[in-house]
T-cell receptor, first 115, second 108 residues
Framework: EAGVAQSPRYKIIEKRQSVAFWCNPI?????LYWYQQILGQGPKLLIQ????????DSQLPKDRFSAERLKGVDSTLKIQPAKLEDSAVYLC?????????????FGPGTRLTVT | DAKTTQPTSMDCAEGRAANLPCNHS???????VYWYRQIHSQGPQYIIH???NNETNEMASLIITEDRKSSTLILPHATLRDTAVYYC?????????FGQGTRLTINP
């Protein structure tokens, strides 16, 4: 079974530029998550999708971050404009469904450096 | 979501059992206890989860106290590849809330 795919693996941009990350979840998984992991910290949930609807985006900085999951499969996360503090690893995860009892499977992440 | 507390770091000798404790004293009745680990430069990896009963799979065992206020993850025969940050999480209705985790180092 293929795992969660993410691209690119690494990205370096200057502040105020825009960037987009792509995620392809495990086939058949209804729930997709985007996390931000700053160096030395645990991952922090940014947004959760159930199929193509948003379940939780309470910690997404909506003035600069946006995400979509068209057709309930692949997802993109965009940052525009980027700030220095956005330097982090962006992790995508998927699970069969949401709620307790469903484990999440994570992709390798995209390491973003904003200079 | 309930919060968990874990030791910042632990060491274990290769081949011995690694026992990682976690306190989740405010856990609700419908919240699961999840364990994930993160090896350097990789995404977190699911290990095991449980609600009330002890659980075992090919990777580890999870022992949950009767009052559900704490649990222990057991890696029965630790190898160098088990060196990682281990996260204990109590999951509510929707999301996982990761803490700082325990940095486990397996020594040869």
């Amino acid at each position: 079974e293929a795992g969660v795919a993410q691209s690119p693996r690494y990205k370096i941009i200057e502040k105020r530029q825009s960037v987009a990350f792509w995620c392809n979840p495990i086939s058949g998984h209804a729930t997709l998550y985007w996390y931000q992991q700053i160096l030395g910290q645990g991952p922090k949930l940014l947004i959760q999708f159930q199929n193509n609807g948003v379940v939780d985006d309470s910690q997404l900085p909506k003035d600069r971050f946006s995400a979509e999951r068209l057709k309930g499969v692949d997802s993109t996360l965009k940052i525009q404009p980027a700030k220095l503090e956005d330097s982090a690893v962006y992790l995508c995860a998927s699970s069969l469904n949401s709620g307790g009892g469903y484990e999440q499977y994570f992709g390798p992440g995209t390491r973003l450096t904003v200079t | 979501d309930a919060k968990t507390t874990q030791p910042t770091s632990m060491d274990c000798a290769e081949g011995r059992a690694a026992n990682l404790p976690c306190n989740h004293s405010t856990i609700s009745g419908n919240e699961y206890v999840y364990w994930y680990r993160q090896i350097h430069s990789q995404g977190p990896q699911y290990i095991i989860h449980g609600l009330k009963n002890n659980e075992t799979n090919e990777m580890a065992s999870l022992i949950i106290t009767e009052d559900r206020k704490s649990s222990t993850l057991i890696l029965p025969h630790a190898t160098l590849r088990d060196t990682a940050v281990y996260y204990c999480i109590s999951q509510g209705a929707q999301k996982l809330v990761f803490g700082q985790g325990t940095r486990l180092t397996i020594n040869p």
